[in-house]
T-cell receptor, first 115, second 118 residues
């Protein structure tokens, strides 16, 4: 069975602060993918990043960075210098490398960035 | 339109009514997924198609839920005798393929259908 836990249900920050969203996962698969999605108020899920389990290199994309640590089964997401437009619900997700790649999502973290 | 589309965007049903939710995947995409997202929660997997074959329906919550994709393109999720607990957003996603380590199996999501059962 697969499980994704996002312990922070809601985070509120002031614009320009840095914020880290936590994600911890459980899986019996030895190879798997990890994802982050953003869900703005419009409701559509927007893909942010995918990492596979054999690539633990951290990644930076503009103000976004991701820290994957297999030893602690964590895949945390940091937004640097947050902006009001970053306000959304963020989901971490897990999928096997094959067998249809269906996603198991965490419960989501609602991020509110105040001006 | 290059994205996944879903219709209707909003549906209100009286308890006991049957509903049908439609998903138009990206043209040529082999895999199609349905997810259910209850208010304040993450999406949960319902079922998966590879072309017209329904390969996994383990997430369907009851036998009132039925999905089909007869020609391997458009898919319909049908809920019979709707109950209040069926109220949720139903998300459809498609991917170019179903395996491999490339980006071809990235899932693209539609805007969802918000179902409210009164």
């Amino acid at each position: 069975a697969q499980k994704v836990t996002q312990a922070q249900t809601e985070i509120s920050v002031v614009e320009k602060e840095d914020v880290t969203l936590d994600c911890v996962y459980e899986t019996r698969d030895t190879t798997y993918y990890l994802f982050w999605y953003k869900q703005p108020p419009s409701g559509e899920l927007v893909f942010l990043i995918r990492r596979n389990s054999f690539d633990e290199q951290n990644e930076i994309s503009g103000r976004y960075s991701w820290n994957f640590q297999k030893s602690t089964s964590s895949f945390n997401f940091t937004i640097t210098a947050s902006q009001v437009v970053d306000s959304a619900v963020y989901f971490c997700a897990l999928s096997p490398l094959d067998a249809g790649n269906m996603l198991t999502f965490g419960g989501g973290t609602r991020l509110m960035v105040k001006p | 339109g290059a994205g996944v589309s879903q219709s209707p965007r909003y549906k209100v049903a009286k308890r006991g009514q049957d509903v049908a939710l439609r998903c138009d995947p990206i043209s040529g995409h082999v895999s199609l997924f349905w997810y259910q997202q209850a208010l304040g929660q993450g999406p949960e997997f319902l079922t998966y198609f590879q072309n017209e074959a329904q390969l996994d329906k383990s997430g369907l919550p009851s036998d009132r839920f039925f999905a089909e994709r007869p020609e391997g393109s458009v898919s319909t999720l049908k809920i019979q005798r709707t109950q209040q607990e069926d109220s949720a957003v139903y998300l459809c996603a498609s991917s170019k393929t179903h395996k491999g380590t490339g980006l071809d199996n990235e899932q693209f999501f539609g805007p969802g259908t918000r179902l409210t059962v009164l």
